[in-house]
C-alpha cells in the first residue's frame, strides 16, 4: 500500500470535517458497521502503486481565420473513477496548466476545445457532400487530444477531416462515440481483461467490452480555477455613480468585463456566446457567488461549468482557495452531479416502462423501490453546516435543476402507476367477460344435461356432469390466475 503524503491526510480529514453524515456516506462510503450496498466506490490511477507522474493532456487547435496554432500541454495530475450504486459513474481528471505568458483567451481555449470527448452536433459542412468542399475541423472541437506519459498507455484522438480513419466520416459515425483516450483510461490496469469500448454493438466476440454512454451531456463538465490579477481586479472594482460591480454594471466599460468573465464562466472560446446585455447580467447574477469578492474570489455555476476566479498574489490563496476548490468543492459538485445522472437514468427507466405494451406491476414496484432509495440516500439538499457549503451547494443544485428533476420522477412515476391500474382494470374487464360467457355455456350445458338425466339408460350423465364442472373450475382459476399475474 502507498503511504500517502500528510497533505492527502490533511485534505480527507478537512473534507470529512467539512460534510454532514449523509454527505460523508457519499464521499467516503459506509462506515463499516452499517448494512448494505455500497453508496460508492473509488479507484485512483496509480501506475505501480505510485502517483501520476510527468503525464500529460495536451489540446491542440488551430485557428482557421488567422492561421494560428495552439498547443497546450496541460499536466494529469490525478485520475479517479467513481462508481456508485445507480449504475452511474464519474471519471474526474484533475489537470494543471502552468503556461506563461497566459490570458484568459488561454484559459477559455483549453476549457472550451479540452472537454469534447463526444461527437457534438454535426456543423453543415463536416458532411461530405458531393458539391460542397468541408471544412478540415469542427468548430468547437480540438484537432487532437493527446494523453502522454512514461506510466500511461500513449493516445491520440484525431479530429481532422480528411486523414486515415476520419472520425467524421458518415459510415464511422457513432451515437455512443467516445475518444480513444478516455478509452484507454478507463482500460488501463485490467491487463487486457476489460475494454471499453462506445460501439452500440461491439460484436458477438467481445464479452468483455463494456459501453461506456455520456449521462448527462456530450461534453466533460468544466470544473476550473484560474489566477488572475487583471481580471480578478477588474471584476471587483466599484462604479462611481452605483456603488455596483462593474460585472453587474449597464455601463460600457462593466459590460466589456462582464462579456470577458461570462465566456470564461460559460466556457464559451471566443467571446460570449449570449450577445444580449441583459441576459447578460441576469444570467451572472442568478449563477455567480460573490461572498468573497472583496477578495478578488469569484465563483459561478452553469449547467455545464463550475468555476472560480481568485487573485493571483494573495498569500493565502493556496490554503484558502485552491485547496478547499479541488478537495470539499469538488466532492459537492459530484454529489450535485451523481444526483442528476441517476435522477435522468431512472426517469429514462420509467419512460420505457411506460412505452410497453404490458405495464407489469411487479416491475414497477420494483423501480419503485430503486426510486425511493436514490432518493433517501442520495437526494440531499443539504451536505455541510458551514455557511458557503450550503450556499454553493444549493447554487449548485439550482442550475442543475434537481427539484424539478426530483419532482418530474414523481409525476412520472405517478403516471406509471396510472397506466398500470387503466391496464389492470382493462385486463379485469376482458377476464370477467370471459368468465362471464363460460359460466353461460356451463349454465346451458348443465340444464341440457338435467334434462338428459330423467331418461332411462343415462345412469353416467351426473358423472359427466361432474366432470364438467371440474374441468369449469380449472378453467376459471386459471382465467383469473392470467389477471392476477398480467400474463398474455
Known sequence: MRKQPIDDLAAIYNSFQYFTDPAR????????????????????????????????YIISWADKKNGSTYRYDLDLVRVQLLTYNTFVSILVLETEWRGE??????????????????????????????????????PTVADTIELRGPSLPSCTADFVLGKPGDPWNPE???FTHLMDPLKELLSFGTFGEYKATSASSPGPSTPNHFI???????????????RDDGLSKQVKSLTAEKSDYLLFSAQDEGDKIANAYYAYAFIDAQSASCTSRVMRQRLLRETTYDRWIDYGTLYTMTTHSFVGLVNEN???????????????A?????????????????????ADLAESTRHDFAQIERLQHRIARLKSEMILSEVSTQEQGRE??????????LAATTAELSDKMHGLYELSRIDMETRSKHYLDQLTILFGVFGVIATLLTFLSILPGCDFIPWLGGLLCLV???TAICILTRRDTGSS
Open 25 to 56: 456516506d457519499l464521499v467516503f462510503g459506509r462506515k463499516p458497521s452499517m448494512e448494505g450496498p455500497a453508496l460508492i466506490r473509488r479507484f485512483d490511477l496509480l501506475p505501480d502503486g505510485n502517483p501520476l507522474d510527468d503525464c500529460h
Open 101 to 138: 505568458p497566459h490570458t484568459p483567451d488561454d484559459i477559455r481555449r483549453i476549457n472550451e476545445y479540452g472537454r469534447h470527448v463526444c461527437f457534438p452536433f454535426l456543423h453543415s459542412n463536416i458532411v461530405r457532400w458531393p458539391d460542397r468542399k468541408p471544412i478540415q475541423s469542427h
Open 172 to 174: 464511422r459515425l457513432s
Open 212 to 226: 461506456v454512454r455520456p449521462a448527462m451531456d456530450d461534453r466533460m463538465f468544466v470544473m476550473c480555477l484560474y
Open 314 to 328: 494573495w498569500d493565502a490563496t493556496e490554503a484558502t482557495v485552491i485547496k478547499p476548490f479541488i478537495n470539499m
Open 330 to 350: 469538488l466532492d459537492m459538485l459530484i454529489i450535485a452531479l451523481v444526483q442528476k445522472a441517476s435522477l435522468l437514468r431512472l426517469s429514462a427507466q420509467v
Open 392 to 401: 454553493l451547494f444549493t447554487l449548485m443544485r439550482t442550475q442543475l435543476g
Open 472 to 474: 369449469g373450475v380449472i
